[in-house]
């Protein structure tokens, strides 16, 4: 064997050995730290979640929902959860404008109701360290206030003369007429209260790997009530009785 060869091949190899191992070393500590000090540890006391809620009474986000949970034993929790959401009339259809606008035809008011619930959870599945899911029933109920507020609508009396006030089937007959809803949160000031009261059950679908964290799907049913009818849609039957499929996206934290 030629000795500059030989010279050359060492060295060469050297360093790709050392290359190697360094990527080694690398890989490790990457993995070290990602397995951080409570990764499959899942023994928590608190829990502090929120979420988004979409259901088949509200619009493209129905509400938004704050849930503190306390631990009772080993698969069971306590819990308290406040609720925000726009309740919708399922006969609402969306039209739109000659300007371009959209608005919802033969609405005279919003509902927003605000659930504080009470609650209990039970987990019937608890997942693996660093993988799977844990499965969890839960059920809560509380009162509903409920915020009644005027729907507002952009109405042409003619040709230049326009007039933002709620709807009503009585004056407001022409739909051609109507050029868009009125300014955000306009009418407030006017609404009116309902109480009422809620109760929902439901199945938590929890994902993530770390105790301190938790990200997951809630899907549930929620049946609320009120001691009056609602009037959302004049025109049609209003109800005092509102019931929706709905599911929730959460994130949160645990101590």
Not at 76 to 98: D, G, M
Not at 99 to 108: C, D, P, R, T, V
Not at 174 to 202: D, H, P
């Amino acid at each position: 064997m030629n000795p500059k060869i030989g010279l050359y091949f060492r060295p060469t190899r050297m360093k790709k050995l050392n290359l190697i191992l360094t990527l080694i070393l690398f890989f490790l500590s990457i993995e070290s730290w990602a397995q951080r000090e409570d990764a499959g540890n899942y023994d928590y006391d608190k829990e502090y979640t929120f979420g988004l809620n979409k259901n088949t009474n509200g619009g493209l986000i129905g509400g938004f929902v704050f849930k503190s949970g306390t631990r009772i034993d080993d698969n069971q929790f306590s819990f308290w959860a406040i609720e925000l959401s726009n309740v919708k009339n399922p006969k609402e259809v969306r039209f739109n404008t000659v300007l371009g606008n959209s608005y919802i035809f033969g609405k005279s008011n919003y509902l927003y109701s605000i659930r504080p619930q009470y609650g209990r959870e039970i987990i019937l599945f608890k997942k693996a360290p660093n993988q799977g899911v844990q499965v969890s029933a839960l059920a809560a109920v509380g009162p509903t206030f409920g915020l009644i507020a005027p729907y507002y609508i952009e109405y042409a009396i003619n040709r230049i003369e326009t007039v933002r006030e709620q709807y009503d089937p009585e004056i407001h007959q022409s739909r051609f007429n109507i050029l868009g809803t009125g300014r955000l949160f306009e009418g407030l000031g006017q609404s009116e209260f309902a109480f009422g009261a809620n109760l929902k059950a439901a199945m938590s679908f929890e994902f993530g790997v770390f105790r301190s964290n938790v990200t997951g799907l809630e899907l549930g049913y929620m049946l609320e009530g009120f001691t009056k009818e609602i009037p959302l849609i004049p025109t049609v039957e209003n109800k005092q009785l509102f019931q929706s499929v709905y599911f929730t996206f959460f994130y949160g934290f645990r101590q």
